[in-house]
């Protein structure tokens, strides 16, 4: 449960030691962005306000039938004390996506990329400027509308949340354990596993949970016909390094309609070639998977998403029983592409692709 703060400047005090630890999301900045949607009217122009429940009927159509999309995204400080969104119209433009597919009202990006910078600017304070920490913002799409009736709404609120943040999974990225899931899918060619909705993470947990329970951090998804092409995790996607005779190259599955198209790991994709890497967007079979870290083949296997960032996969459960992949450490190929990522987050180095929106 997240800390909610009274809007506005915190006592330094206490503003410092949140921002010297923040977690991931535990304390929001008590501020928030709000734009607004209605059949007829239109949007509405970004509002920021204090951070509120949100009044809901309980007949709200986004609750009964699930059409709820978001986003997650980053600002980050650099050296110099500037802050700036990481690919803000990119995600605005995959917000679009998720909620096109869902039916619902689609928010211009130009409006999406202004909500974000008026937030992250009132709340500029609450940017921590640790290596790897952000300002993480949340935006959530609601169909609002009290509704039984099944159509779309025609209704929405958009709300902005801000966290300072540290990786998901923890800032010294310890490597996860991750199991593949035999028993059930997240997603079928032609459904919404593309887009990043609501329901998409609620399918998820039962398995999440139970691979949890197993003692891994993660539940690896297959594809959900012949349950052997590797897809994602529940909250990331993944990578593969391999072995070849010119060096390492890498593999990620394609973004064929079952997996969210990760932003971080499109910018994974560049930056690897930016360094000489080989990087393809190709099927992946388990079994490959299996053999690779058998025989050697495969020596580093990767976890990459807005939250997490990149962290190492050390051990993978597979029906065979329990593989570690290499050393079960970091390897350098995912050391080096996660010093890549977060020295362009942090314009350490030059941003030579255009990703950062100084606020
Ligand atoms: C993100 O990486 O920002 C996500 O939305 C994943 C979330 C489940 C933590």
Redesign the pocket.
């Known amino acids: 449960m997240s800390e909610t703060a009274p809007p506005g400047r915190p006592a330094p005090s206490d503003l410092d030691r949140i921002l010297r630890d923040p977690g991931f999301c535990r304390h929001s900045t008590g501020r928030v962005a709000v734009v607004e949607w209605e059949a007829g009217s239109g949007w509405s122009a970004p509002r920021i306000e204090p951070y509120a429940t949100l009044p809901t009927d309980p007949a709200t159509l986004g609750l009964h039938y699930g059409q709820a999309v978001?986003?997650?995204?980053k600002a980050f400080r650099s050296a110099d004390g500037s802050v700036s969104l990481f690919r803000a119209a990119d995600h605005g433009r995959r917000l679009g996506l998720s909620a096109a597919r869902l039916a619902m009202a689609e928010m211009p990006t130009e409006l999406f990329v202004r909500a974000c910078v008026e937030l992250v600017a009132a709340d500029e304070h609450w940017v921590p400027g640790g290596y790897g920490q952000s300002l993480?913002i949340r935006p959530l799409l609601l169909a609002t509308e009290a509704e039984m009736g099944l159509r779309p709404s025609r209704s929405y609120r958009c709300v902005f949340l801000a966290y300072p943040a540290d990786p998901?999974f923890g800032s010294d990225f310890r490597p996860l354990a991750v199991t593949a899931a035999t028993e059930t899918v997240r997603a079928v060619r032609g459904g919404t596993g593309e887009a990043?909705c609501a329901g998409n993470?609620a399918a998820s947990l039962l398995t999440r949970t139970e691979a949890q329970a197993a003692g891994y951090d993660e539940a690896l998804w297959l594809d959900g016909v012949e349950r052997r092409w590797v897809e994602e995790l529940?909250?990331?996607n993944v990578f593969f390094v391999w072995h070849g005779e010119d060096g390492p190259r890498l593999t990620t599955p394609p973004c064929d309609g079952t997996i969210v198209r990760g932003i971080t790991r499109d910018s994974l994709l560049a930056l690897a070639r930016d360094l000489g890497l080989p990087a393809a967007e190709e099927p992946i079979a388990i079994d490959a998977v299996r053999d690779g870290i058998r025989s050697g083949a495969l020596s580093e296997m990767f976890a990459c998403?807005?939250?997490?960032a990149v962290v190492a996969v050390g051990r993978l459960g597979t029906e065979g029983g329990d593989l570690v992949v290499g050393d079960g450490k970091e390897g350098p190929v995912t050391e080096r592409l996660r010093g890549a990522l977060l020295d362009v987050q942090h314009a350490r180095t030059p941003d030579t692709h255009g990703w950062l929106l100084p606020v």
Do not use: D, V
């Open positions: 978001f986003e997650g995204m993480y998901c990043k993470y529940s909250t990331m998403g807005t939250a997490g």
